[in-house]
Antibody
């Protein structure tokens, strides 16, 4: 069974930084395309980025230049470095296996940006 | 980016009713479309991919159709456990986008 568990969410002030982690089991992150998707309270899901197993990462315009994806195949973990956080980045963040569509969705982690 | 527009934004139907949700893409996405179900307090769950292929384990009362810019999710015989918000999502381009959602309630 594939499991993806995100962690690292916290409450931060605008302009702050956070690093989210997502530990995978049942799949090798190095062999899979991976995305981060977020969902603000009471809103629909919003795609954040996709990183292809063969290389290449694409970001939503709303996070471009502020968020950075990385993966550590030895730890079977992917990361999301979030800088210059804004109030509108408040959301539950999910890492997902991306095969065009998203499946499965892991357990998310809540990021709250507030002064 | 490709914009995805769902209609209606909400609907109320009786148990056993046939329910149809529409999703329109702002440009041709071929069949690069998925549907998700999100129950209150839960994570979205993939129902259908490639516009019409049922994900394993999803009840056969769910079906999807369409290609190009017009797509439909149909629930043939609404059940109480189908109360949820449904989202479409395109993956024709690197910039994946979701529809705004359709909330389904029981009348």
């Amino acid at each position: 069974e594939v499991q993806l568990v995100a962690s690292g969410g916290d409450s931060v002030q605008p302009g702050g930084s956070l690093r989210l982690s997502c530990a995978a089991s049942g799949l090798n992150v190095g062999d899979n395309h991976m995305s981060w998707v977020r969902q603000a309270p009471g809103k629909g899901p919003e795609w954040v980025l996709v990183s292809y197993s063969g290389g290449g990462t694409f970001y939503a315009d709303s996070v471009k230049g502020r968020f950075t994806f990385s993966r550590d195949n030895s730890k079977n973990t992917v990361y999301l470095q979030m800088n210059s956080l804004r109030v509108e980045d408040t959301a539950v963040y999910y890492c997902v296996r991306d095969w065009g569509c998203f499946d499965p969705w892991g357990r998310g982690t809540l990021v709250t940006v507030s002064s | 980016d490709i914009q995805m527009t769902q209609s209606p934004s909400s609907l109320s139907a009786s148990v056993g009713d046939r329910v149809t949700i529409a999703c329109r893409a702002s440009q041709d996405i071929s069949k690069s479309l998925a549907w998700y179900q999100q129950k209150p307090g839960k994570v979205p769950n993939l129902l259908i991919y490639a516009a019409s292929t049922l994900q394993s384990g999803v009840p056969s009362r769910f079906s999807g159709s369409g290609s190009g810019t017009e797509f439909t999710l149909t629930i043939s015989g609404l059940q109480p456990e189908d109360i949820a918000t449904y989202y479409c999502q395109q993956h024709k381009t690197n910039a994946r986008t979701f529809g705004q959602g359709t909330k389904v309630e029981i009348k």
